[in-house]
């Protein structure tokens, strides 16, 4: 990570942009300043005893016409209008299910973590720093309205 300065403030820039400490432990925040940004990742954001903080990442989407991406961009793209219909925001959705979605041991390995419930499910991945450190968990995949197989 390399820091700059930027109106007087430090900020750390890191593989996704930004690197933004603020927002631990302030999801619905993380998520409506990352919308805002459009960049950048907001760390420890998120939350679960099973697994510990869970940064967030604005990603980006690779393929608009597939829905295909990752992070925030993607699931905004994929599934905001699903959430919407749902009678939630993304940024009141996402901590929602991440926090009682029910762990998937069967579908779980050591490089990542899915939660189901009945409408939806979620992955959580385990990302590695180039030197191949293990960096944090990310919220990377989300599914919703589709029945976990």
């Given at each position: 990570?390399?820091?700059?300065?930027?109106?007087?403030?430090?900020?750390?820039?890191?593989k996704y942009g930004p690197v933004y400490r603020q927002f631990a432990g302030k999801p619905k925040e993380a998520?409506?300043?990352l919308r805002e940004k459009k960049n950048g990742e907001c760390i420890a954001a998120l939350y679960r005893s099973d697994i510990g903080d869970i940064d967030i990442v604005w990603g980006e989407i690779t393929d608009p016409?597939?829905?295909?991406g990752y992070g925030l961009a993607h699931i905004i793209d994929k599934h905001e209008l699903e959430i919407n219909k749902l009678?939630?925001?993304?940024?009141?959705f996402v901590?929602?299910?991440?926090?009682?979605?029910?762990?998937?041991?069967?579908?779980?390995?050591?490089?990542?973590?899915?939660?189901?419930?009945?409408?939806?499910?979620?992955?959580?991945?385990?990302?590695?720093?180039?030197?191949?450190?293990i960096k944090?968990?990310?919220?990377?995949?989300?599914?919703?309205?589709?029945?976990p197989k």
């Open positions: 990570m390399t820091k700059t300065n930027i109106k007087e403030a430090v900020v750390e820039t890191g998520i409506k300043f016409i597939k829905h295909k009678g939630f925001n993304v940024e009141d901590p929602i299910v991440v926090q009682f979605g029910n762990f998937n041991l069967k579908k779980s390995d050591s490089q990542k973590k899915v939660f189901e419930s009945e409408t939806f499910r979620f992955v959580v991945a385990l990302e590695n720093e180039q030197n191949g450190k944090k968990w990310l919220l990377s995949a989300f599914d919703i309205l589709k029945r």
